[in-house]
């Protein structure tokens, strides 16, 4: 008699292979807020999804960082107006062009405005890292954990939070804190990204694990 074998689901396959094992959080912590602007709340622009509903659990998230002293970094995705420095991206995407630092589109949320000492970044590529000072930033704040919000969950959040592993931080993504303009791509991205790069964490369980990580 042949003996039937069930197919392994996708989530034992993962864990045969020994996937998802926990990074946990380390001794020093920050936060980065990626590319929460005017135009990723509006879909006519960029917007759509579950981007608002993100934003709205990052102001909690937010105000905790804030008040822990934790360092905050805040990105924008910034081209010149006559298009000059733009790239490879913009040639997929070329909406993005409108994205100049005096366009409202560029701006960050009002709900979400950095305060005084917080980092603020100007980007042309998905990452938050890709030629920009965030990882001299954070090894000058002798930060190895990193939380990630912002949006969207398969673009530029995927890539910072691909880019933070690279630089060998302990990365969590905030589930709820970060959003897509469709949820197909931000569910399965979450996946990805628990199973290869990053923890993930609610917005109330990074709080809750988070109430004495002060910084001076």
Not at 39 to 66: C, M, V, W
Request: glycine residues 8%; hydrophobic residues 45%; neutral net charge.
């Amino acid at each position: 008699m042949v003996k039937v074998v069930e197919p392994l689901s996708e989530l034992d396959i993962y864990a045969r292979q020994g996937f998802a094992q926990p990074i946990g959080i380390g001794e020093r912590v920050a936060l980065v807020v990626v590319d929460f602007v005017v135009g990723f709340t509006d879909p006519a622009h960029f917007g759509g999804g579950n981007i608002p509903q993100s934003i709205a659990r990052t102001q909690a998230l937010l105000a905790h960082a804030r008040a822990n002293g934790w360092p905050v970094a805040h990105t924008r995705v910034v081209y010149a107006a006559d298009g000059s420095d733009a790239g490879a991206f913009t040639r997929k995407a070329p909406g993005l062009l409108k994205l100049t630092e005096d366009s409202p589109l560029s701006q960050i949320v009002p709900e979400l405005t950095p305060a005084p000492g917080e980092l603020l970044i100007r980007k042309r590529q998905p990452s938050a890292f890709f030629a920009t000072e965030l990882a001299a930033w954070l090894l000058w704040k002798r930060v190895d954990t990193l939380f990630v919000t912002g949006c969207t969950t398969s673009g530029c959040v995927r890539a910072t939070v691909i880019d933070a592993m690279s630089n060998n931080l302990r990365t969590i993504v905030v589930t709820d804190c970060v959003g897509d303009r469709a949820i197909g791509p931000h569910e399965a991205n979450l996946f990805d990204m628990g199973q290869k790069y990053a923890d993930l964490m609610s917005c109330d369980d990074v709080i809750a694990a988070t109430q004495n990580r002060r910084h001076n």
